[in-house]
C-alpha cells in the first residue's frame, strides 16, 4: 500500500505543474468545517479496543461516541448492533442494524454469517440482509467500471510522467501539449461518469470491492477543474464521517485548493516536479504544519518531504 500511495501521490500531482500554469490566483477562501471529531474518533477506537475482551465495556463507549456526534459510519452502527445482540440487547440491537442498513451498510458476507441476529427475529434480520445483498451486488458491478476509470486516470498521467517529466523536456512543447490535451479529454469523460455515480448512490470509496475503484472517486475529484473541486467538497468531507474516504486523503484537497487560490498549503500534500526535481507548494505556517496534519494522522511534514523527495 505505500509503493501504491506514493504511485499515486506522484501521478495525482503531477497536473499541478499544468494547473499552476494555467490557472489564475483568485480571492476564494477554503472554507472552514469540522472534518474529524477528535472526541468521537477517541470514543470509537476505545471501543475498538475492548471488542471481544469486554463487550460491554465497547459498546458503552460507542455509543457515547454516538451521543457525540449523529454517527455516519454505517459499520460503527452494525458493529454497535453486533455488539448488543450478543449482550442480548435485542432492541438495542434491531436499531442500530437497521440505522446501518439506512446509511448503505454494505458488507453481506459478513453480516450472513451473524447468528445473533435471527436468533432474536429472523424474519426482520433476513429483510435487512436482502437490502444488504442487493446493495453489495450493485457495488461489485459499480466497482469493475470504476476499475476502468482508474485505468484511464493513471495510464494518460504515468505517459505525461516518463515522456515529459522524467525525460526533462518543455512541458510547452507540441509533444506534452499532445498528452495534456488528451489527458483533458479524458478526465472530461471520468468525471462525467463519477458525477452520475455520485447523483445516485453519493461519493463511493472504501465500500468498493477492488483496491483500485476504492480510489478512483478520490482521484477523480482531486483531478476536477478546481471549481468541480469547491462545489464538491462538503460532499467529500460527508464522506470522511461516511468512512467512505480515509480521514488521510482528505487534506489533499483543501490543500489543493489552497495552492491553485492562494498559491499556498496547509497540510504539505502538495508538489510539483520540475526538470527532475521535486518542488513542495509553499506552507501557509510551516510552524502549525505538523499540528494540521496531526488532526488526519497524517506523520511529520519533514518525514513526508523526504520521503517523496526519496531521501
Known sequence: MKNMTKIICVFSFVILLFVFITSSYGDNQVEGAM???TVY?????SAYMYVDENDSLALVYLLKAFKEETPQNPRHLYDAGALAARLGQKRLAFEMLEMSVNKGY????HMKKNTNFPSFDEVRFNLCLDKVRKRDSLL????????SVFKLDQDIREQFENEILRKGKDTESAEAKIILDSMRIIDDKNLEYVNKLMD?????GNSLKTKKSKLTMYLIYLHAPIEVLENKLGIIRQAVKNGELEVQLYPNFEDKILSIRKGVQKYGTQYRVLNGEVVFVPLLDSLNVDLYRSEFNLGPFESFAKWIKGQ
Open 35 to 37: 472534518v474529524v471529531n
Open 41 to 45: 474518533n477517541e470514543l470509537k477506537d
Open 106 to 109: 454494505s458488507y453481506y458476507d
Open 140 to 147: 461489485y458491478r459499480v466497482s469493475e467500471g470504476l476499475d
Open 200 to 204: 445516485n448512490n453519493g461519493f463511493l
